[in-house]
């Protein structure tokens, strides 16, 4: 069981059963009917995949799941699956990032979809911008770049 | 010159090791081997996973030497898979980022850029370079490893670097 409280600036503390406080820098991200926000970590790279879903589920308490390529990602949403943000990698076997995004998109896919590449800026961005994803980072993966995306998420609320 | 001083130190014995205690990792940081990427992986590191970091940077020694013996092998062959080098040297790239290797990643940026001109020659001197940089780093990782399960194991503790 948790408990959670919310200051006038924004920031909320999760408490849980245990009383441990979690991380007073920990932003519990929240959407309006309490269910945590869902990611999924698309990345052929299994070190990259468990700092990302570590990270995630650490730092700002986001539950991940991991594939290891764009047509597992796909493959996934057509079984039904579905996740708020999706963190896809550029460059991986069988198929890539900016395939599985036009993909995902072709099937009426909402999910902010972002893009993850070691060259973020020029033919990389635009490839993955063009395919239809909502933004391009370069690697690596950190808070900061996170926070932006669940800033920019429309079922962020704190 | 650092990597001089760098790899004279790494010859003094374990006993100056333990007074120069948690600097190892300083002088990661402060000559580049490392980058804030690897405060943030420290700052992942609790009580429910004591030892993630080291985790983290085993699996990345584990799959570095591969990547290695992969880039080399595919710059023996005749002709040369430019394709293949690249899609090797930007996986080493991808991971060296995500570990803050940050030396690592920067010979990896020019590898690539390098591999893009076709030029088998600079292809080989930053594949020795890559060796080098990432030897050093993986020594120096692991005398810091050592150093910090002697200190938890005599009952002392480790503090992250800020």
């Given amino acids: 069981m948790e408990s959670k409280k919310q200051w006038s600036g924004g920031a909320s503390l999760s408490i849980s059963a245990s009383s441990k406080i979690i991380d007073k820098s920990m932003v519990n991200y929240m959407t309006d009917k309490e269910t945590k926000i869902s990611a999924l970590i698309v990345d052929d790279d299994a070190i990259i995949r468990k700092i990302h879903k570590t990270m995630l589920e650490r730092l700002f308490n986001i539950e991940a799941e991991m594939v290891k390529d764009g047509k597992e990602a796909v493959d996934l949403y057509r079984s039904g699956a579905n996740f708020d943000i999706i963190f896809m990698d550029k460059e991986m076997p069988i198929m890539d990032g900016p395939e599985a995004t036009k993909q995902l998109r072709a099937m009426g896919v909402k999910s902010m979809i972002v893009g993850i590449t070691t060259r973020a800026a020029g033919k990389d961005r635009e490839e993955f911008l063009a395919a239809g994803s909502n933004r391009c980072f370069e690697k690596p993966l950190d808070r900061a770049k996170v926070e932006v995306v669940l800033q920019e998420h429309e079922n962020f609320s704190i | ?162």
């Fill in chain 2, 1 to 162: 010159m650092e990597i001089h001083v760098f790899m004279g130190l790494l010859t003094l014995g374990p006993i100056v090791w333990k007074v120069l205690g948690k600097d190892i990792l300083s002088f990661a940081f402060t000559v580049g081997f490392l980058d804030d990427q690897f405060n943030q992986l420290q700052k992942l590191q609790d009580e429910s996973s004591p030892y993630f970091v080291m985790e983290v940077v085993t699996m990345f020694f584990g799959d570095s030497e591969k990547l290695l013996n992969s880039i080399a092998l595919a710059l023996e062959q005749k002709p040369v898979d430019f394709k293949s080098v690249d899609s090797h040297v930007h996986q080493f790239k991808g991971s060296s980022a995500s570990v803050g290797a940050a030396r690592v990643k920067d010979v990896c940026t020019n590898f690539r850029n390098i591999c893009e001109a076709q030029d088998l020659e600079g292809c080989m001197r930053c594949l020795q370079q890559l060796q080098q940089e990432y030897f050093l780093l993986k020594n120096n990782l692991q005398y810091s490893f050592r150093l910090q399960q002697e200190i938890q194991a005599a009952g002392g503790s480790i503090s992250s670097m800020e």
